[in-house]
């Protein structure tokens, strides 16, 4: 089994910033692609940004400019630096990891943490 465990969140002003971290561990064998969503009150949760393990990023283009995804491949850990920060980015955001597991089998999974909440409000 592959888990995840996210840190970071909190309560923190508009124009603030975070840095929320997810890190994977147990059997995997490699990781394809690790993931930020988030989910607000009443809405769908929607992904806003993602690193594959080549390094290729991708945003929602109402994060773009302020939030900046990264990973260390060898920690199996992805990171997520906001800036900027408004009241709409108010949500739970969840962690999640496409990767294959490990011995003995090898079998692609989808994996969520246990989501963390940011509130942005003065």
């Known amino acids: 089994q592959v888990q995840l465990v996210e840190s970071g969140g909190g309560l923190v002003q508009p124009g603030g910033s975070l840095r929320l971290s997810c890190a994977a561990s147990?059997?995997?064998?490699?990781?394809?692609?690790m993931g930020w969503y988030r989910q607000a009150p009443g809405k769908q949760r929607e992904l806003f940004a993602a690193?594959?393990?080549?390094?290729?990023?991708k945003y929602a283009d109402s994060v773009k400019g302020r939030f900046t995804i990264s990973s260390v491949n060898a920690k199996n850990t992805v990171y997520l630096q906001m800036n900027s920060l408004k009241p709409e980015d108010t949500a739970v955001h969840y962690c999640?990891?496409?990767?294959?597991?490990?011995?003995?089998?090898?079998?692609?999974?989808?994996?969520w943490g246990q989501g963390t909440l940011v509130t942005v409000s003065s």
């Open positions: 999640n990891v496409e990767a294959i597991e490990g011995h003995p089998r090898y079998r692609n999974l989808k994996v």
């Open positions: 147990g059997s995997i064998f490699s990781i394809n692609a």
């Open positions: 690193i594959t393990s080549g390094g290729s990023t």
